[in-house]
C-alpha cells in the first residue's frame, strides 16, 4: 500500500505544479520517475512517452498510466493516473466556480499574459529533450513531417501510421540482414 500512496503523491505533485498542459509535464514526470525516484531509465521512459503519444488522450495522462502501470500493474496505473488528474480537477472546479467574477481583473489578466512565455517554454523542453543525441537526417525528418501537418494540413494520424510502416519496413529489412 505504501508504494501506491507514494506513487499517487508523486503524481499529485507533478499535476499540481505543473501549467501548461500535458506537454509542460513531460519534463517533470521525467525528473520525477527517472532522476529523482530512479524508477525507470531514460530510455524506458522516452519509450513510454512514445507509446504515450501515439495513444488516444492527453499526453500526461498516458505517460502517467504507462509508468504507475511499468511500475506496478493495473493498481500502479490507476494511482498514477488519480494522482496526475486530481489537482487539475480541483483547480478547474475551483477557478470555474470563481473565474467569471476574476475574468477582467487586471492582475489576473497580467497573470496570464506573464505565464504564457513559461507555457511555451514548457511545451518545447520535452522537444529539446527528446532531441538529444537523434541523428542530423531523423531531425530532418522530424522537421518535415512538422511542416507536412502543419502547411498543408495533412492529418497527423496518417503520418504516425505512414511512421509505423516505414518502421516496420525497416525492421524487417534489418532483421534480414542480421540473419544473412
Known sequence: MKKFLELFLSFVKIGLF???G???MIPIIEREVVGRRAWIDEKEFFDLLTLAQSAPGPISLNTSV?????MYGYRGALAALFGVALPSFVILLVVAMFFS???ENPIVDAAFKGMRPVVVALMFAPVVGLAKGTKWWVMAIAAAVALVVWYFGFSPIYMLIVAAVAGLLWAAKQGKEVRR
Do not use: D, E, H, N
Open 101 to 103: 467574477q476574476i475574468r
Open 66 to 70: 504507462f509508468v504507475g502501470y511499468k
Open 22 to 24: 500535458g506537454y509542460a
Open 18 to 20: 505543473t501549467f501548461g
